[in-house]
């Protein structure tokens, strides 16, 4: 672009300024940047805070939808800044009790945890992978900073509360059971160890299902089992090694510690049972009708009409109406057993016509029968335990969770680097115009110097050729000139 001869300001006369003030420019550059940095770093040590973090991510299906490993909602963030777990990571550092108290609201109110997910997917949004972590960032406080008289300490603090959060994330979904194993004593009849027995296998065959519905192709690499063989062998060997003992009781009518009298006794006791349950399920069914029919007849206040039920109030009685007959049933499945074997009795010879050696040749053969179904019993605990072990301590749980970033300190400034660059920018632009102006300005003041200073020059040029008017050209001459001009005439 031409200079304009309005005087305009144009790209021409900006960059003939510029390069006028190129020096100044540069060294009032440097300055300004030199000291902006100095203030900005002297902002950022007062205004800065420390923290100290961690990174925990998830590996497994449903984490990206805020889902546990074995399914339903889970709060994260809730858990990690809970004051059970700071209380037992504080615990683990071996903080007194008066000092871990003092210390657990501090530390929550300054416990932050950021979700922080990674996702890939492909051109048509289908999702390849992810990574869903989490930070967990204790900020530094005055008042933490006068308990625990460390830095170092907030590092440590941080990393307790992210280790016990996984050691608690793990043990909740890792396999647990109580069960052991179980031995035969003479202290109880032959139908009293199978009451036992079948106790125990009832709890067995409820935890087996629970691991089966959670982890179906999980194999032992121990045992080279599933769960569902497990529970393939509850019912198919130890179950019928059971019936086959108190079938052989009942069939043979041993009665040597009061077995027929506890047949009846329990039988009675499984008949009221059976009656209580089918109560139960009568008034379930009828808390189902009144949902579905709209109308519950209350005599005292008269007829009251209701809304349908909502859907999650129908599907909890109907819920419950299979739960009771489920209890209902089996219920009526111990009552039958009882009834069977109360028929065996009373069909079997009389215990007591028997003769002593077949009496002891009897009862041999039951003790062997139940021993055979202990040791059954034992042998499947084992690999229970194994199988459990295994899927505690294999891919299945350790891999749910970990620790992916060490426990470090890191600052946190309002002064972030976009803003101090911009600041910089800022200043360094402002810098270069004052250069300007100033080269300008001084230029200016030079250009009005040597002005006036041609001005005297000329003024000075114009005395010294202007005649004094009303005089003749001679009288230029000075009197000393005349009088020497006359004394040389004379001579």
Known sequence: ME???NGE???RKIWQQIKKSGVRIIVYAIIALIVCGGILGICDIFVSQSQYETRITYYYSGAELGEGPWGGQIDV????????????ALDKLNYSDEVR??????????????????????????LLSGTYSYRIVLSQNSDIDKIIHSRNSYNNIVSAITSNHIENFKKKYSFSTSLGKIAVTGGYNAFQNYSIIKGNINV???????????APSFVSTNEKMSFGVLLNRIENVLLPKLEAYSDFVASNGIDANNEKDYVNKMLADATSEVARREKDVEECLEAL????????DMPSNGTIIVNPANPETLNKAIEDLNLAKSK???????????????????????????SEADKTTLINTANALVNEVVNE?????????VLIEDYNNGYNVTALVRMTSAPKQSTNSPITLRGGLIVEIMVLIISVIVAMLVTSKKGAMRLKKKTEEEQVEDQDVVYENVEPQGLPSQSLESPIDEAEDTDQTNL
């Open 3 to 5: 200079e304009n001869i």
């Open 204 to 214: 067995f065959l409820e935890e087996g299902n629970m691991c089966n519905k959670i």
């Open 77 to 88: 963030v809730a858990d990690i800044t809970s004051a059970s777990n700071v209380s037992s």
């Open 328 to 354: 209902r049933d089996l219920a009526q499945a111990e009552k039958t057993f009882w009834e069977r074997c109360q028929k065996d009795y009373e069909g079997a010879q009389s215990f007591a016509d028997r």
């Open 9 to 11: 300001l144009t790209f």
């Open 101 to 126: 108290d003092e210390l657990i609201n501090l530390v929550i109110r300054n416990l932050s945890v950021i979700s922080a997910v990674d996702e890939k997917v492909d051109e048509n949004g289908v």
């Open 377 to 385: 019993y034992n042998s499947l605990v084992d690999s229970y335990k």
């Open 289 to 296: 009708k009144a949902l579905t029919n709209g109308a519950i």
